[in-house]
């Protein structure tokens, strides 16, 4: 009987050892559809943007402050003493790049203030990436008038 019950403790122990020795693993799969013609456009408009600083968009983007709907009221408007300098500078910039790889440039602005600043007040980020976005209707291009990111606010 006594040895049953050694058995028994010792079985339990084993297994409560083998399951708490038990890891979870998780496995996160990244798809990426990235097709030929893709690849090519990428590349080029890598080699456009490259050694580019488009450093009025920085400012732009990082300015304080709420976005607004004013600006884009203003920038299709035209009148010039109501524009923001920055918006302008920047919407130059962007003119000087072809209009697929505008999306890649302000991208790479972004990347910039990322990389210099650091640092964000809380909400910041998520206003910079606002602006990011809705920076070609604020140009008033016809191509692309937004910017899609694919950003994790954490």
């Known amino acids: 009987m006594a040895i049953k019950v050694v058995l028994t403790a010792a079985l339990l122990v084993a297994l409560v050892t083998l399951a708490s020795a038990t890891s979870y693993t998780t496995t996160v799969t990244t798809t990426t559809i990235d097709d030929e013609a893709n690849r090519g456009e990428q590349q080029q408009c890598r080699q456009q943007i490259q050694g580019r600083r488009f450093q009025s968009c920085q400012r ?35 003119q000087n790049v072809n209009q697929q790889c505008r999306c890649e440039a302000i991208k790479q602005a972004v990347k910039e203030i990322q990389q210099q600043g650091g640092q964000y007040q809380t909400g910041q980020s998520e206003q910079v990436y606002q602006k990011a976005r809705s920076l070609p209707r604020q140009c008033n291009f016809r191509s692309p008038q937004q910017c899609q990111f694919h950003v994790l606010f954490l």
Request: charge should be negative; charged fraction near 25%.
């Open 60 to 94: 732009y983007l990082s300015q304080r402050g709420q976005y607004e709907e004013e600006e884009a009221i203003e920038m299709t408007t035209g009148n010039p003493q109501q524009q923001s300098q920055y918006l302008r500078d920047c919407c130059q910039q962007l």
